[in-house]
């Protein structure tokens, strides 16, 4: 795969959600604010994507084998879950700075604060499963496991981490707001997260609960109170200094760890 093939199926699953979305909106007004239908959609997209990419370019592989279900060592599964809640605060940070220069559109923000509500219980629980568990699920068996298991065949790690951060800061941009492009440039770090744990690792484990812990940060902050979007998470500046920190700690620790690590050179050898 190119880094070109993997932007033309990412705009194919977005373009494949926004047509399930529109499809459930037609059949129940409403839905498209509803978090679990919109989970939904999301979940039908990404699995039949990442089945058909690796019919397409893995299919001498077992799934498991072509995504990266595979045994890392337990330490990089820790660091990259400590990193998801961590790097929460960075990219809050650069949102809220983002914002204040250019703020979202009242429309976009009514739909974020009607799509991520917790009104009542069963809801923050819908949320919580959703947001925290079956979302960072379907993006990492497609983003880093199924679009970055045939880049790097093809690709250098570095590139194929790249195009695959890249695809998946592009996948959550509203194209029809200009503006969303600003507002999603913040995942840019996380992505660069992700891709840096699936790289050292060899194995999907680490970006999947990496991915979750950043996730379930924005539910728990939700559910005791603080706003329902990114860009108006309100840290101070010495919570703000400790996530930065922690967070390039933590990314080091990845990096130093996973690439004197036997157990993760092992199972990134499988990845080629």
Not at 41 to 56: D, N, Q
Not at 70 to 85: C, D, S
Request: glycine share 8%; hydrophobic share 50%.
């Amino acid at each position: 795969m190119t880094p070109f093939s993997a932007i033309v199926w990412t705009l194919s699953t977005t373009v494949g959600l926004q047509l399930c979305l529109l499809l459930s909106e037609i059949i129940r007004p409403g839905a498209v604010t509803d978090i679990v239908n919109s989970g939904g959609c999301l979940a039908l997209v990404l699995v039949l994507a990442t089945y058909l990419a690796l019919r397409a370019y893995a299919p001498d592989r077992s799934i498991s084998q072509a995504v990266g279900f595979r045994r890392t060592p337990w330490q990089l599964i820790g660091l990259a879950f400590t990193l998801g809640l961590f790097i929460q605060i960075p990219a809050s940070h650069i949102a809220e700075l983002i914002n204040g220069w250019l703020p979202l559109s009242d429309a976009e923000t009514q739909h974020r604060e009607k799509l991520l509500s917790v009104a009542s219980p069963l809801r923050a629980l819908a949320v919580a499963l959703v947001v925290g568990v079956a979302g960072p699920v379907v993006e990492e068996l497609f983003y880093r496991g199924a679009i970055y298991g045939a880049l790097r065949r093809a690709q250098s790690p570095l590139l194929a981490t790249l195009a695959t951060a890249g695809c998946f800061v592009l996948a959550h941009w509203n194209m029809s707001d200009m503006r969303s492009l600003a507002h999603v440039s913040p995942l840019l770090i996380v992505a660069l997260a992700l891709g840096l744990a699936r790289t050292v690792s060899g194995s999907l484990y680490p970006p999947l609960v990496l991915h979750a812990g950043f996730n379930l940060t924005t539910v728990v902050s939700m559910v005791v109170g603080h706003e329902s979007t990114l860009d108006s998470v309100d840290f101070g500046s010495q919570s703000i200094a400790l996530g930065w920190l922690g967070s390039l700690a933590l990314v080091y620790g990845l990096f130093y760890f996973g690439t004197g690590s036997a157990g993760a050179k092992a199972a990134r050898a499988q990845d080629r």
